[in-house]
């Protein structure tokens, strides 16, 4: 059964790959599973029949058979669950590769979010620099911290695995707002993420989104 999974028709990012379904088709690349893209306008998201799927109205959503997933990680844990390959065979190691997914999203994009949020959307507030400082510094003690752990390493639990895909993609969005200045082990891993097949195929299937929109 091919799955369906939902993206932006229009995503605001152009075809940069931050949007949540990048991690979520490089999951599917990265395993070898085929799959369908259901494309939702931000007015459809927030219909019922986008909202069955997703209580938030956002994407990315995930469908297969009878079983319906929303939340980008828990849809990357399902695929790294069902098919080999992104996490470890070895019931340690796959406990802490679990932990290093929910690491990347409970720990290190917060952070990340907030800052991007800040810097794009509320700097008409008197307060807006005073407080875009303070969650410079409170992303990259994160970053740091993060830096510091992987060190010489080139995954962050011996082979590559989901939580390294997660990690990525957040390191991704942390880049694209400028916060890796500074960095270097973190842009080169994010490097070696990015220089996989996987990942370059499922950039590719989502930049073709936003180039044949440009060319309608
Ligand atoms: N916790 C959820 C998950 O991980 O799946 C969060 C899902 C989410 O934030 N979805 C966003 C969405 O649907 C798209 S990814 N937004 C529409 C809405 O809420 O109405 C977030 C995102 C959006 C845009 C950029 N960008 O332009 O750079 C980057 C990331």
């Known amino acids: 059964m091919i799955p369906i999974i939902t993206a932006f028709e229009s995503s605001p990012d152009r075809g940069r790959g931050l949007a949540r379904d990048m991690r979520v088709r490089w999951a599917l ?5 085929p799959y369908d893209v259901r494309l939702l306008s931000f007015a459809a998201m927030k219909e019922p029949a986008h909202l069955a799927l997703h209580p938030f109205g956002q994407i990315p ?6 079983l319906a997933l929303f ?31 929910f690491a990347a999203l409970n720990t290190v994009e917060p952070p990340i979010v ?3 949020m800040t810097k794009l959307f509320e700097c008409d507030k008197p307060w807006h620099a005073e407080r ?13 911290q993060l830096s510091h752990r992987l060190g ?26 400028g916060l890796l200045e500074g960095f270097p082990i973190l842009s080169a891993y994010l490097a070696r993420g990015e220089a996989r097949p996987a990942y370059k195929r499922a950039f590719a299937a989502q930049l073709e989104v936003f180039t044949a929109q440009l060319s309608s």
Do not use: C
């Not at 939340?71 to 590769?97: F, Q």
């Not at 010489?152 to 880049?175: C, E, I, P, Q, Y």
């Open 61 to 66: 959503t995930y469908e297969e058979g009878d």
């Open 71 to 101: 939340e980008s990680g828990a849809i990357v844990l399902h695929i790294a669950e069902r098919h080999g390959g992104l996490l470890p065979d070895d019931a340690n190691a796959r406990a802490r590769a679990i932990g290093w997914m």
């Open 29 to 33: 690349e990265e395993v070898g599973q």
């Open 132 to 144: 875009l400082l303070v969650l410079d510094e409170r992303a990259r003690k994160t970053l740091g």
């Open 152 to 177: 010489d390493a080139d995954w962050l639990d011996g082979t590559f695995s989901a939580g390294d895909l997660l990690m990525a993609t957040v390191l991704l969005r942390a880049k694209a707002a």
């Open 114 to 116: 907030e800052y991007v």
